[in-house]
C-alpha cells in the first residue's frame, strides 16, 4: 500500500465581477478495494454553499452555488489516497470471454447498454475503416491481445498534442488530424471499443508521474470484460491503467465525467484567463496497513 497526496487548484479570472450559476465539480477520487481516502479538504471562494452528492455512475460530485459576484473563481481540492496494488490477472477473466468475439452474459447485458452505445454514431464508417488493421470481422483472437493492440496502435499511431480548449474532438477527427489530447484519445478508444461490442466508459483522475515531475488530470478508457469486472487502458501511454492512475469520475459519455461544469453571467469580454495547477506526489514510499 502506498499513499499519495493530490492538490488541485483551478483559477478563472474575469476583468469586472461576474455572478456565477451553480457549477459541479468531480475532484474526490473514487473509493473501493483498491482506493481509501485518507483525509482530505476542499475550498471554494468567492463564498458559496456546497452540497455532495452521488451521481448515476457513482461519482462524488460537489455542486455549489455561489452567494456573491466576484472577479475570480477558485476550486483547491487536497486529498490523501491510500493505494493498494491490485494484479491485473488473465485467469480472472470469464472462460467465455477469453476469445473475441463473445456474448456478454444474459444477465449483464441490460445493464450495460447506456457504455456499448456509440456517442458518435456518425463515426462508425471511420472507425470501421481504421479498425481493419487491428482486427479482421471473423478472426478469433484473445480478449486481452486484441484490447492490447488497440491500445498499442493508439498510441503508435497519433500525436500527442495538448489542448487547454474544453470538450473532445471526435473520433473521426482525430483519426482525420492523426493526433490528440487524452481526451481525445481515450474517446478514441472508447468508441473503437464500442464498435466491436464492447462495453466502454469515459474515465477522468490524475496520473502520478516520474519522480522528480508533477503529476497531471488525465483521461483514459475502461472496457468491461466478464469475470475481470472494468478493466483501464491508457492509449497515451501505451499501458494498462494501474496503481499510478487514480480515478476521479466515470460516465457512458465523455460529459458527464468533466471535472469542472458551471456557469457565468456577465459582458462578453469578462473572462480574462484560466490557471490550473496539479501536483500528485508519493508521501511514503510504502504505508504499513
Known sequence: MKRIRITHTTEYYYRQPVTFGPHRALMRPREGHDLHIACGRFDI????SVRWLRDLDGNSVAIA????????????????VDLFDEQLIDCHIDPNARSFPFHYPANEQLGLIPYRLPSFPHDGPALRDWLLDIYQPGQIIE?????????????????????????????????ALGGGSCRDYAVLMMEAARHWGFAAQFVTG????????????????????????????DPTNNKAAGDEHISVGVAPSHQEASPLSGSWSGPANAFNRMEVSVQVVALDQEVQP
Do not use: C
Open 45 to 48: 471562494e468567492p463564498k458559496a
Open 65 to 80: 452555488t455561489f452567494e456573491e459576484p466576484a472577479d475570480r473563481l477558485r476550486i483547491f481540492s487536497e486529498v490523501d
Open 143 to 175: 480478449t486481452r491481445e486484441l484490447l492490447n493492440r488497440l491500445n498499442a496502435r493508439i498510441f503508435e499511431a497519433f500525436r500527442y498534442t495538448r489542448r487547454e480548449d474544453p470538450g473532445v474532438q471526435s473520433p473521426s477527427r482525430t483519426i
Open 206 to 233: 490524475y496520473v502520478q508521474m516520474d519522480a522528480g515531475q508533477h503529476g497531471a488530470t488525465h483521461a483514459w478508457t475502461e472496457i468491461y470484460i466478464p469475470g475481470a469486472g472494468w478493466q483501464g487502458y
